[in-house]
């Protein structure tokens, strides 16, 4: 079982930044990812990133403002966010799959952290 734990989240001013992180129990040889849920929508894909880091993916309202990394020697995933947007606004989740190639399918991720509430003000 690998346990993730998220932080960073809190209230931003539209046109601000905010990084958050997330530490996992184990990384092994896991790609991990960024999803998030706003009130009454589904859960969508934010953001992934291979076990060595050199494969990302991006979801298409995200590119060229969030950048996700990973330090696998702290265990921890990264998602810098710039030039937030209200519609930013959501419940931010770590994610991570038992393989080493990252993916965009939520139901290809087999682990979830508890989520970090991220709130852009207009």
């Known amino acids: 079982q690998v346990q993730l734990v998220e932080s960073g989240g809190g209230l931003v001013q539209a046109g601000g930044s905010l990084r958050l992180s997330c530490v996992a129990s184990t990384f092994s040889t896991y790609a991990m990812g960024w999803f998030r849920q706003a009130p009454g929508k589904e859960r969508e894909f934010v953001a992934a990133i291979s076990w060595n880091g050199y494969s990302t993916y991006y979801a298409d309202s995200v590119k060229g403002r969030f950048t996700i990394s990973r330090d696998n020697a702290k265990n921890t995933v990264y998602l810098q966010m710039n030039s937030l947007k209200p519609e930013d606004t959501a419940v931010y989740y770590c994610?991570?799959?038992?393989?080493?190639?990252?993916?965009?399918?939520?139901?290809?991720?087999?682990?979830w952290g508890q989520g970090t509430q991220v709130t852009v003000s207009s």
């Open positions: 994610a991570a799959r038992r393989i080493s190639t990252p993916s965009k399918d939520i139901y290809e991720y087999n682990y």
